[in-house]
């Protein structure tokens, strides 16, 4: 009888562990989140590299409160979209709270925009570059562990967290002030942008008008170069971090097809990789139920390619 007890008390400590350790994974749990630290309007970018525009190049910081001494957190990087023209960082952590819960510090992203100074492409892409640079360089200050960095975004935010991941390493995109940069081990990218060489087909839609307004005036090399230089689909290949995507199949800003196109492509280099459809849904519309369970699928795919346990 003693035993019976000993080993349902057994099973109790186990079950409630793992029940803690995946805590994340039910809604209950977010607002239970222990308040993070909260620094805000940091400047990320080296002030000796070309572009530094202070006022653009800004993030703010929610470092996890819940680590253990002597304990490294996994950092979110978050990057707005926008059609790299509009958008800002979001106000507080809100949506992030199920990330905190799970381990992460956050990190949510102001960077140049085609409407604005310097911003011209591919600024905003060197802007995410030394945003990882600024996450090497201070991970004993804040805590952060270098090796262990999730890029995510949504729209515009979303191609930029994937092209952060693809860009090989001795690419003529990125400055050389910030080249030293964290390690990017998962994307999530919400309805980004694959491939900017556009179809015919959609030569008057807003996204080939975002995309030239990114791109500016008279580009230098061509448009359509300079569009394949700046796509993710330039750059799929074995090896690169995995991907989760999330994506309505109504979309009728990025169509569906391109994150289709992107899983064809990621399928075929063998890079692990899942997707998220929200059925029925638009461009950054979705049903409250479809963008909790996007959350939950997202940190799941995190924790099993071994980010965090």
């Known amino acids: 009888m003693k035993s019976s007890k000993r080993w349902i008390c057994f099973l109790f400590l186990v079950t409630g562990s793992a029940l803690y350790a995946q805590s994340w994974a039910n809604p209950a749990n977010w607002d239970k989140i222990p308040e993070p630290k909260t620094t805000k309007d940091i400047v990320y970018f080296p002030a000796d590299a070309p572009g530094y525009t202070p006022s653009a190049q800004l993030l703010n910081l929610y470092q996890n409160s819940a680590l253990k001494p002597g304990e490294k957190a996994p950092v979110l990087v978050f990057l707005h ?36 100074p310097n911003g011209i492409a591919p600024a905003a892409v060197q802007d995410v570059g030394c945003v990882l640079a600024w996450v090497r360089q201070n991970a004993a200050k804040y805590n952060f562990d270098p090796e262990r960095v999730v890029t995510s975004g949504n729209s515009a935010g979303g191609h930029l967290a994937l ?57 230098k090399p061509s448009l359509q170069e300079k569009e394949h230089k700046l796509s993710p689909s330039s750059y799929i290949r074995p090896g690169i971090p995995p991907v989760f995507q999330i994506h309505g199949d109504a979309d009728l800003t990025v169509p569906y097809q391109e994150s289709l196109d992107l899983k064809r492509d990621l399928d075929k280099a063998g890079v692990k990789n899942s997707m998220y459809t929200a059925v029925g849904g638009g461009h950054g519309k979705s049903t409250p139920q479809q963008t909790l369970d996007s959350k939950i699928d997202a940190l799941r795919f995190v924790q099993s390619v071994g980010v965090f346990k």
């Open 81 to 116: 979209g926008g059609g790299w023209t509009v958008g800002e960082r979001p106000e507080n952590y809100n949506s992030f709270r199920p990330w905190l819960l799970a381990g992460f510090s956050l990190v949510t992203v102001e960077y140049r925009m085609a409407h604005g």
């Open 163 to 219: 092209l952060a991941a693809v860009l090989p390493k001795d690419n003529d995109i990125e400055l050389p002030q910030c080249k030293d940069q964290a390690r990017i081990v998962a994307v999530i990218d919400s309805a980004g942008p694959y491939n900017l060489v556009l179809p015919d087909s959609m030569k008057q839609s807003k996204l080939k008008k975002d995309i030239e307004g990114w791109m500016g005036p008279d580009p």
